[in-house]
Structure formats: C-alpha cells, structure tokens
C-alpha cells in the first residue's frame, strides 16, 4: 500500500459501514489500477471527459451509463452475484436501457400496433409462471417489451406510437399467459454514443441476438427480470451485453392454425419459475409481505 492510499483510506469513516465498506474497495482498485496501467495526464483526462460526456448522453429515454455496463459485461456480473436460487428456477438477465412501463393489455392481446404488423413473421407468444416445484402463480404479471424486426424498440422510431411492442399482462388462474407479437431480430446497440466508440475502439461488434425482455413479479416471490432468446441466432455466442443463458433459449416453431391466428406464425413458448422470499426467522410462511 502507498502512502497516498493509506491517508485517503484513513479518511474514511462514515456511519454507514457498507458505503465505507464499497469506498474502500473502490478507492483500492482505482489505485491499483493507476500503478499498473501508469496512465498519462492527457490519458486520464479523457477518461474523465469520456465519463462526463456519458452523463450528458443520459435522457428519461436512454441512459448511456447503463448501456456502457451492459457493455462491460458489468451488469451481468452484478446480476450473477445477486440473483443465486435453486435448481430449475428461471435465470435472471440484464434488463437493458430501453425498459419503460408497459401499457396494461389482455391476454392473447396484440403488442404490435405499429408498421412492423404488415411486414414481419406474426408470432405467438406463451407460457406459464410457478414456484419452482412448479405450483402455478394465479395473477401473476409479467410485463414484456420488444424490438421490432428492425431492430428498434419504440423510442428509437418515430413510425413507433409509445408503448408499441409493449405490454403488462396478468396471469389466468393457472399462471398461464398469452400474446401475440412479431418475431424480433437481432440488432445493434446504438453506437453514437460513448459506448458505441468504445466498442469500435477495442474491435468489437455492437449486436444483440433476437430476443423478447421480461419482468415477472408474483406476491411473496423475488421478481425476475430476464430475457427470451431465439435459437439459431448468429450472435448468440457473441451478445454485447453478455446477457445469454443456455437456459433462455427458445425454439420459434412455425405454425398454422390456432391462438386466433389467421395464416402462418411462429411459436414461443417460455415458462417462468420464480424464487419463493423467504421470510424472517420466526415469521411464518402465511405472514410474510408480498
């Protein structure tokens, strides 16, 4: 340890022993980074402007800072360390920056209102949300967005009204749920931004395979976010943000007939198993929150 590090260690003391705690380890590996990568002033002083200009990129519709940690692999390793359960549960995935909530719709209900109806593969959607012994979750929500087959969630296309590829629907009294959509497809991340920049600079693609994101939430269960990937997608081996799991692959199986569909589609079918909350040591199971 230098003597630098010792005096700004020394100096940390709040009443807070967690933030003390996550300081500390920040301040540690900041310094070791510096005596290792030995970097210029000029250098330094780019990476500060390069973080800076991340934060004016920053909009109510895009935040830049969490794309460049989907980047990093950062929020997977975040998601990793917090979302451990039991066997068979449903993995947990990085939700994205293009989260925004979704308008309450029925089930079986069409997501797709906007051009891409006309000119994509229609697709059914469906699934069923338990525990993880598999006992249904009556009511269940399960809240689901979408990038069109272009590529673009609705607030990256004007051609898009708000809440397009969008929706909040609430499981039947089995746990199941139903929509119908359009198949995604794989697309870029935006790269006029900060992290697009650092992507080109270290050589790497910016594209995330097809997928569906979801959120699912039940009374007494640990809310999941997490995705839908479709299989035989290029880059599946290869997701800019890090975010595939085995686990979440789907076959979309082409289909006639069925689900209200005229003419052919695909199928998804995805269940969801979330992880029941443990309540606190002497709290029965009937008295915990929701």
Same mark, same amino acid.
């Not at 200009?53 to 990793?80: H, K, N, Q």
């Not at 359009?182 to 097809?210: E, F, Q, W």
């Not at 479709?230 to 199986?253: H, M, N, Q, T």
């Given at each position: 340890?230098? &003597? ?17 705690? $996550? ?8 310094? #070791?980074?510096?005596?290792? $990568? ?19 990129? @920053? ?6 800072? =969490? ?48 051009? !891409?109806?006309?000119?994509? =593969? ?9 525990? @993880?012994?598999? $006992? ?73 395979? #097809? ?34 799991? !085995? ?21 998804? !079918?995805?269940? =969801? ?6 309540? &606190? ?10």
């Amino acid at each position: 340890m230098t &003597p630098l590090l010792r005096q700004v260690l020394s100096q940390v003391g709040g009443a807070d022993p967690r933030i003390n705690e $996550v300081v500390t380890a920040l301040i540690t590996h900041l310094h #070791a980074f510096v005596e290792e $990568v030995r970097p210029t002033e000029e250098e330094w002083t780019a990476g500060l402007g390069f973080l800076i200009e991340t934060g004016r990129m @920053c909009t109510p519709e895009r935040d830049e800072f =969490v794309l460049l940690s989907d980047m990093l692999g950062l929020t997977s390793a975040v998601d990793d360390v917090n979302h451990e359960g039991p066997e068979g549960m449903t993995p947990s995935s990085v939700q994205g920056p293009f989260h925004s909530p979704a308008p309450a719709r029925e089930l079986g209900d069409w997501i797709s209102h906007g051009p !891409e109806r006309d000119r994509a =593969v229609p697709a059914v959607v469906h699934g069923r949300v338990t525990d @993880c012994d598999g $006992v249904p979750l009556a009511g269940a929500k399960v809240e689901l967005w979408q990038a069109s087959d272009a590529g673009l969630y609705d607030s990256q296309d004007e051609a898009q009204e708000p809440g397009n590829l969008r929706g909040l629907f609430t499981a039947d009294a089995d746990g199941r749920y139903w929509f119908r959509t359009i198949r995604p497809s794989s697309y870029p991340v935006p790269t006029d931004g900060t992290a697009g920049r650092l992507l080109h600079a270290i050589g790497r693609h910016p594209m995330r395979p #097809a997928h569906l994101h979801y959120r699912v939430t039940a009374p007494g269960h640990r809310p999941l976010t997490t995705h839908v990937f479709l299989a035989g997608d290029p880059y599946l081996g290869s997701d800019a943000a890090f975010a595939v799991k !085995e686990e979440l692959i789907r076959e979309a199986r082409p289909r006639t007939g069925g689900w209200g569909m005229d003419g052919p589609y695909e199928e998804i !079918e995805f269940d =969801v198993r979330l992880v029941p909350l443990r309540p &606190p040591p002497g709290v029965p199971p009937s008295a915990r929150q929701p």
